[in-house]
């Protein structure tokens, strides 16, 4: 769903069906954005949002949860914030919340 909005608002996107398959990913070449959520498998948000700022440090994060079982959204996402993430979405958000998101990081990229 993620994917077809960005590239439905003129994004390039690349996906990762995990954490571990993004650090790979984030190891072998630059992106303009990260947008990751916090609970994934393999290897966390948390983890992933590391990673990209030990590599990548100047590339602008977008952290989403919607929370679990042990985890609640809201430390989930203050979790994010903390290790670099500059921008935490709560799910559900609405699409404009997103694309807003997007624009207000990359306002030179925006199609």
């Given at each position: 769903?993620l994917?077809?909005l960005?590239?439905a608002a003129?994004?390039e996107?690349?996906?990762a069906?995990?954490?571990r398959?993004?650090?790979?990913c984030?190891?072998s070449?630059?992106?303009d954005?990260?947008?990751?959520?916090?609970?994934?498998?393999?290897?966390?948000g948390?983890e992933?949002?590391?990673?990209t700022a030990t590599?990548?440090?100047d590339?602008?994060?977008?952290?989403m949860s919607?929370?679990g079982?042990e985890?609640p959204?809201?430390v989930?996402?203050?979790?994010?914030?903390?290790?670099g993430?500059h921008?935490?979405l709560?799910k559900?958000?609405?699409?404009?919340?997103?694309?807003a998101a997007?624009?207000d990081?990359?306002?030179e990229?925006?199609?």
């Amino acid at each position: 769903m993620l994917r077809d909005l960005l590239r439905a608002a003129g994004h390039e996107v690349t996906e990762a069906e995990n954490g571990r398959v993004a650090i790979a990913c984030l190891r072998s070449a630059r992106y303009d954005l990260l947008v990751t959520d916090v609970l994934l498998p393999e290897a966390d948000g948390t983890e992933v949002i590391k990673v990209t700022a030990t590599l990548h440090g100047d590339m602008p994060i977008i952290a989403m949860s919607g929370g679990g079982r042990e985890l609640p959204a809201v430390v989930a996402l203050a979790l994010t914030e903390a290790v670099g993430a500059h921008r935490a979405l709560f799910k559900p958000f609405r699409d404009t919340e997103l694309l807003a998101a997007v624009d207000d990081l990359l306002p030179e990229k925006r199609p």
